[in-house]
């Protein structure tokens, strides 16, 4: 069969598994009832998510778990994670009950100034294209008051326009910079929308400028698109303890721990590759609550990685010191995030989400996402510089190599109690349940 199709997009949910499974599957049965077994049984629902996208053919689930405990600004929080690496959320909530005893996590917001950019080409003298700016930016916000208004009556809307000349990077080169405040939206449509109309606004009335020679006024729109690069939407989230207070059991002492521990973040204050996992180990934090809230991760993980590079070299979000007896660990990262538009009045589960979180505005989620990272980091790194990653990871992990040999219930009662004392290993577990199923 053709592995090529035209109209797919216009085929019935049925026929397009049809032709899927006929296509690519020799066990065309199977395929299907893997494909219908993670259908809602509640049609509403189910057309919901349907229609999110185009050619839904079913859904795909990942589990949604809660880290209780987090002390954030003096208010307690369960935060709700979406996430399938099995070690993510016992660690979440190990950092946060640790953390509780501790005065728990202080966060705040520095900025919420979100960017857009239009793109053209304007080949003629740059002095007069200024002189066209200044005329026409009135014009610019005039003409996205259709979009702006009700955004501008809670306070937010476009912030600036500047012109800027990108000439000595690529010839004729110039942008329409502009900043916005969004408040609880993420803005994504807002920005894009305003934008759009700016650039619409910007050749127009370039034709009509009298300061152009005729070749001059040909402004060539190249794109106007929002940036998901937002230094200036920034949150900070904070621990501080006394040094001695760190200690928690007889394996290591607060001092050494707390020197071990910030001897791990100046590594990946400087080594890139060290960096880029530990930021990926914050980043488990963050995209399982971005996720969970409904908000766009691949948004946060560009912005956020290109904030980890803005000094030329790739280096660790987090940062920890020891001074005068006091352990500050702490974070600032760009978070551009919503709680209202996009999935948030849309999705039941982020609904839900978002009022286990106490209905947060976006700067309260930003807080809430912030620490979760933090909290991430701080757990990754105390099993790092103490027990070594792998006992917890591999704990954790248990249950899935169980469920990946069909264990039993009982199976998993008996071995989840055999390795609380042994090592976990795949082969470890693989001859303990051989072990239990030969009845030796
Ligand atoms: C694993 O998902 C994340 C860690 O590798 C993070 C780190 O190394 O800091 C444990």
């Known amino acids: 069969m053709s592995k090529t199709i035209s109209g797919f997009s216009k085929l019935s949910k049925s026929k397009k598994i049809d032709w899927i499974v006929n296509t690519y599957f020799s066990n065309t049965e199977e395929a299907k009832r893997v494909l219908k077994q993670y259908w809602s049984s509640n049609e509403k629902l189910q057309q919901l998510h349907d229609e999110f996208i185009e050619n839904t053919i079913t859904n795909y689930y990942l589990p949604l778990g809660v880290a209780p405990n987090f002390l954030i600004n003096n208010t307690l929080y369960?935060?709700?994670?979406?996430i399938e690496e099995s070690s993510v959320v016992a660690a979440a909530s190990k950092a946060a009950k640790f953390w509780l005893d501790r005065g728990g996590f202080k966060a705040t917001v520095i900025s919420t100034t979100k960017i857009g950019q239009v793109?053209?080409?304007?080949h003629g003298d740059f002095n007069?294209?200024?002189?066209?700016?200044?005329?026409?930016?009135?014009?610019?916000?005039?003409?996205?008051?259709?979009?702006t208004k009700n955004m501008e009556a809670r306070g937010g809307g476009i912030i600036d326009i500047e012109l800027r000349d990108k000439t000595s990077d690529i010839k004729g080169y110039y942008q329409l910079h502009s900043s916005f405040e969004t408040l609880d939206?993420?803005?994504?449509?807002?920005?894009n929308s305003c934008l759009e109309q700016f650039a619409e606004t910007f050749k127009?009335?370039?034709?009509?400028f009298d300061g152009f020679s005729e070749n001059e006024q040909d402004i060539q729109i190249v794109m106007s698109i929002l940036s998901n690069y937002v230094p200036n939407c920034l949150v900070?989230?904070?621990?501080?303890?006394?040094?001695?207070?760190?200690?928690?059991?007889?394996?290591?002492?607060?001092?050494?721990?707390a020197i071990k521990f910030v001897q791990a973040?100046?590594?990946a204050e400087i080594e890139p590759y060290r960096a880029v996992t530990h930021n990926k180990g914050i980043m488990n934090g963050i995209d399982a609550v971005v996720l969970a809230t409904g908000n766009d991760f691949r948004a946060v993980e560009a912005g956020v990685h290109a904030y980890a590079s803005r000094h030329g070299t790739y280096s660790s979000l987090s940062h920890a010191k020891i001074e005068d007896g006091i352990f500050t660990f702490w974070m600032e990262i760009p978070l551009a995030l919503g709680t209202v538009g996009g999935l948030t009045g849309l999705h039941p589960l982020v609904k839900l989400a978002l009022e286990l979180l106490h209905k947060p505005s976006a700067k309260e989620l930003m807080q809430i996402v912030a620490v979760a990272g933090l909290a991430q980091n701080f757990a990754a790194l105390r099993s790092l510089t103490t027990t070594g990653i792998q006992q917890g990871h591999m704990k954790m992990h248990l249950m899935n190599i169980l469920n990946q040999f069909d264990a039993s219930d009982n199976e998993k009662i008996l071995l989840t109690d055999h390795f609380k004392t042994n090592v976990v290993t795949h082969s470890a577990v693989v001859e303990a349940l051989n072990k239990l199923r030969n009845g030796a």
């Open 236 to 257: 900070r989230a904070e621990v501080s303890c006394k040094v001695e207070e760190l200690k928690e059991d007889d394996l290591i002492s607060g001092e050494d721990f």
């Open 119 to 122: 793109h053209f080409m304007y």
């Open 185 to 191: 939206a993420m803005g994504a449509n807002f920005i």
């Open 128 to 147: 007069t294209l200024q002189r066209f700016f200044k005329q026409v930016k009135p014009k610019l916000i005039e003409d996205a008051k259709p979009i």
């Open 78 to 82: 369960t935060i709700p994670m979406a």
């Open 265 to 267: 973040v100046n590594i």
């Open 204 to 208: 127009n009335e370039a034709l009509a």
